[in-house]
């Protein structure tokens, strides 16, 4: 039988998970683009959390979760068309062939060695693939948002402003009956308010008193201020440093491909 990278008790906690929905400003969605990432795509590669989570259950059990993993994906209001669906997964299994040189398992049938592979990459991108562009359904909640990150920029004229207009376009799209699309776990979504700031450009002051002014708003808990850097690689300084988005860069634009 040939071997998975992933054991069954490692796939399952890491295909179903809490997804959690952006929705960006203009200017930020911007910002983020100046290193050709979406803000969903910018935290993909730390989607993986390295504290303890206590959740409850409804019976008031408290349940420690370790290494908790979090999909975040930027609100779009139609769902995945199948046609584009099945053609991504024809070119992930056409993409997925075993690496040369590896040894393969030798069945013995009758007169016949049989040659079997001792992997199957094109069935485990095919699975992450699949478990990846399920569209949300009525019955089930699977790819229902728990919560929602409302993500404005620190160059922004009013940041908090844009915050406020953020959280009625997210009510808007839940609660209007024009979206059938996404699907929302609970009627009270739950926001938190992002501050994204360039260090290579923004002022830094001006970016922690707009920070402290959101945090008297919406709560400490609510609020987060998220520095990125814009700035142009220079190769011959920079090749030491890690590049976490260059891991699997096929899967960074699956909903891009999935609903073009």
């Known amino acids: 039988m040939a071997q998975c990278v992933q054991s069954v008790q490692e796939l399952i906690p890491d295909s179903f998970v809490p997804c959690v929905a952006a929705l960006c400003s203009d200017e930020a ?18 989607s993986r959390l390295t504290s303890e989570v206590h959740m409850r259950d409804p019976n008031n059990q408290l ?36 690496a040369e040189g590896l040894v393969a398992n030798v069945i013995t049938a009758g007169d016949y060695d049989l040659n079997i592979s001792a992997t199957t990459p094109w069935f485990e991108s095919y699975r992450e693939t699949f478990l990846q562009s399920m569209p949300a359904s009525d019955h089930e909640f699977l790819n229902h948002y728990l919560a929602c990150m409302l993500v ?14 953020l959280s009625q376009e997210q ?11 996404p699907k929302w776990f609970i009627p009270n ?39 990125i850097n ?25 909903w891009f491909y999935i609903l073009v």
């Open 29 to 46: 969605e911007r910002l983020t683009r100046l290193n050709h990432l979406s803000f969903a795509e910018l935290l993909k590669p730390f």
């Open 152 to 165: 404005a920029s620190s160059s922004e004229a009013e940041p908090v402003e844009q915050f406020s207009k």
């Open 189 to 227: 979504t739950l926001k938190y308010y992002v501050l994204l700031h360039d260090v290579s450009a923004g002022n830094e002051q001006r970016a922690e008193s707009i920070y402290e002014e959101m945090k008297q708003k919406y709560g400490t808990q609510g609020c987060y201020l998220l520095k």
């Open 171 to 181: 009510h808007r799209i839940q609660h209007n009956s024009d979206y059938s699309y």
């Open 230 to 254: 814009s700035r142009t690689s220079n190769r011959a300084s920079d090749e030491q440093i890690p590049d976490p988005w260059s891991h699997k860069p096929q899967k960074l634009y699956l």
């Open 63 to 98: 349940h420690v979760i370790k290494n908790l993993k979090i999909a975040v994906s930027n609100i779009v209001t139609q769902p995945p068309q199948p046609g584009a669906i099945r053609k991504l997964l024809n070119d992930v299994v056409s993409g997925s062939q075993p």
